[in-house]
């Protein structure tokens, strides 16, 4: 009965939502009475699609559903997170290693799935950080970072990381050019003197371990965006530039001055070509390499000391500058391979590029000058067309398995779809507000999923119940199974969602990891079976091998630890069932708790600085006897001669 009326009563709420929707459909035409049907995912069933969404200035990833709009995980990739412990456990402290120290926080921009023959393989998502230059490797298995690699000779990674349909590059190009080598100049003199480079890393076809190849070394513009070349395309990698004018102050009008940038397009088969074959220059560098691995639960940094540049002069026939207004800012290539759409931000038409048209103006050499060295193609001779929207502000496009094209206008709030090759608009929704990128599942390879697109708006304004001044930013999902685009739902998103992967469930979700093996576990603390546990002394530091199991720590008494010592505590986790992980926290550490999945061993520092009997726990409500999970560390003067020794029991 009680169950009843529940039902009654959001049957209820929802006609009334739709009903509300539908008296909106004048002014903002968007919601039609079955657009809760097509986003409902009924309690225990599952959603069509993953979503990964940048967290931005969260320095994460978020892991959604799709339709559903729920939220499953949070990764975290460059930012500390307390609630995992990932960046406080000392395993996983040096994956936050770079040339700067260690930088606990980035801020995350684009995420790419890893692709073979140019479709979504599911293997692995890459991010940039885009503030302390690095690239990122996320495991859709385990879902966890396993390994980050920093990118020496840039600043604001942001033209990142966008991968080649092999996955044999992830890409990554400034966004500001600076002086290469860095070195002590007026900023003034930046003409000329300061370059941009754009980073080719190599992805190990096996593990997916990353490597540097080669670093071009472009004139000083900011490289805002980039996409691969796709089939026909393939070998090729487009970057949009703004700031050809090579301004240094007060850029948002000195930026603005020339009518044109330009996409660069790139040839990385010619240059690795030139590299195989020893060409390139090794220059010194400093920057960090950091890598999970999945056997010791351990991340370790090596810290690299060359990398190899490649000046495009080098290389004839490598680079190309195609002419594009103005200031564009998203750069992205159509399934075929054959369009290249440049959004100037400053336009308010679409530019869009043929590649066929780009290899022709080359063969017959039809140059329009050139920019340090560097050909310019004439305009006219690339265009394949214009999308005459009408429609302000343009940044970034996506395709559908249709042949049509989807691109945000940041300004005048909406989402616009035009059809390839005929370059007219056939539909515009608005957004709620201020969008940002958008996302099809695949909507970035040769294979879209074109049943939904998610608009990532940067404003949200009166969509929620307000939060204070702050409030999320917010999605929207849009039907696009039909002619015209539907709006189905909004929903909250996290930090600030740039772009977005989305990937059929059915690629991943059978191969989700659920539990690491305990007899794979080879970390150099681990404990595998209780018995084993034991503390041991070394100086002043204390290593506790510490076992878990529901519901006790073993061992839960500690006593002979002073004031002064360092304490190790290595937690393995004895579960080997799916999703029972225990935590651990010790009062007064200087870091946050840790969660040890089934199998996994991880290890907390906490120096004591009082004397006492200090208490520690399990965070996770892993059982009824949770609260039971918990144990006491005796902490002695710092001259007792209290004896080591720990029990489990009496
Ligand atoms: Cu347009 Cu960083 Cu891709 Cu944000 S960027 S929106
Ligand atoms: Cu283990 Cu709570």
């Given at each position: 009965m009680k169950i009843y009326s529940y039902l009654t009563m959001t049957m209820g709420a929802a006609l009334m939502l739709v009903s509300c929707g539908q008296q909106n459909q004048s002014s903002n035409g968007a919601l039609s009475s079955s657009a809760a049907e097509k986003v409902y995912v009924a309690p225990g069933e599952q959603d069509e699609f993953y979503a990964f969404m940048s967290g931005g200035y969260s320095g994460n990833l978020t892991v959604y559903g799709l339709p559903s709009g729920?939220?499953?995980?949070?990764?975290?990739?460059?930012?500390?997170?307390?609630t995992s412990g990932y960046g406080y456990s000392e395993e996983t402290k040096p994956m936050l290693n770079t040339s700067h120290g260690f930088v606990p926080w980035d801020d995350a921009h684009h995420p790419d799935i890893s692709q073979t023959n140019g479709e979504l393989d599911g293997r692995w998502i890459f991010i940039n950080g885009n503030n302390t230059p690095r690239i990122a490797r996320i495991s859709l298995s385990t879902f966890e970072t396993e390994e980050i690699i920093e990118v020496p000779n840039s600043a604001g990674n942001h033209s990142s990381s966008f991968i080649t349909e092999n996955t044999e590059y992830v890409v990554a190009g400034t966004r500001f050019s600076v002086p290469i080598p860095q070195r002590d100049i007026p900023i003034n003199e930046y003409k000329s003197n300061f370059k941009g480079s754009l980073s080719f890393i190599s992805v190990d076809p096996e593990h997916g371990h990353m490597d540097i190849k080669f670093q071009l070394m472009m004139p000083g513009f900011n490289y805002d965006l980039s996409h691969p070349g796709r089939g026909k395309s393939h070998g090729w990698f487009f970057f949009t530039t703004y700031n050809t004018e090579e301004a240094h102050t007060l850029q948002e009008v000195n930026s603005s001055q020339n009518d044109k940038d330009f996409i660069a397009a790139v040839n990385w088969k010619k240059i690795e070509e030139y590299v195989n074959n020893g060409g390139g220059t090794k220059v010194p560098a400093e920057y960090?390499?950091?890598?999970?691995?999945?056997?010791?639960?351990?991340?370790?940094?090596?810290?690299?000391?060359?990398?190899?540049?490649?000046d495009p002069l080098k290389?004839?026939?490598?680079?190309?500058?195609?002419?594009?207004?103005?200031?564009?800012?998203?750069?992205?290539?159509?399934?075929?391979?054959?369009?290249i759409i440049g959004n100037g931000k400053l336009s308010a038409d679409l530019t869009v590029h043929s590649f066929d048209k780009m290899i022709a103006a080359i063969e017959g050499e039809k140059f329009d000058g050139e920019a340090y060295g560097i050909p310019i193609l004439k305009f006219e001779d690339v265009l394949a067309g214009q999308v005459k929207s009408g429609g302000l502000g343009p940044l970034h496009t996506e395709f559908d398995d249709e042949g049509n094209a989807y691109t945000t206008f940041f300004i005048s709030s909406e989402v616009v779809k035009w059809k390839l090759g005929t370059w007219e608009v056939i539909d515009r929704k608005p957004t709620y507000y201020s969008v940002g990128h958008l996302m099809i599942p695949g909507g970035n390879s040769r294979k879209p999923f074109g049943k939904y697109v998610v608009a990532l708006n940067k404003i949200t304004k009166d969509r929620y119940l307000p939060t204070g001044p702050e409030m999320e930013h917010s999605a929207q999902i849009y039907d696009i199974s039909g002619e015209k685009m539907e709006l189905i739902y909004d929903f909250p998103t996290h930090g600030e969602p740039h772009y977005a992967a989305g990937i059929p469930a059915e690629i991943l979700a059978p191969k989700s990891k659920k539990i690491y093996r305990l007899d794979e576990n080879k970390h150099p603390y681990a404990v595998l079976s209780p018995t084993e546990s034991k503390v041991v002394r070394d100086g002043n530091e204390v290593h506790v091998y510490m076992s878990t199991i529901r519901s006790h720590f073993t061992p839960d008494n500690i006593e002979g630890i002073k004031v002064g010592d360092k304490v190790y505590f290595h937690i393995t986790n004895h579960e080997q069932d799916f999703d029972v992980p225990h935590g651990f926290a010790m009062i007064g550490q200087n870091t946050s708790e840790l969660l040890i999945m089934p199998g996994q061993t991880k290890t907390s520092v906490w120096e004591p600085k009082k004397v006492g009997v200090w208490p520690f726990y399990c965070t996770d409500f892993c059982s009824a006897l949770h609260q039971e999970m918990q144990g006491y560390v005796r902490v002695s003067p710092a001259n007792s001669n209290v004896e080591l020794k720990w029990s489990l029991g009496e």
């Open positions: 729920r939220m499953f995980k949070e990764i975290p990739v460059f930012s500390q997170f307390p960090a390499h950091n890598l999970y691995d999945e056997s010791t639960h351990t991340a370790t940094t090596t810290m690299k000391k060359e990398v190899l540049t490649v290389v004839p026939g490598a680079v190309y500058f195609l002419p594009t207004p103005k200031s564009p800012h998203g750069c992205d290539v159509d399934p075929s391979g054959q369009y």
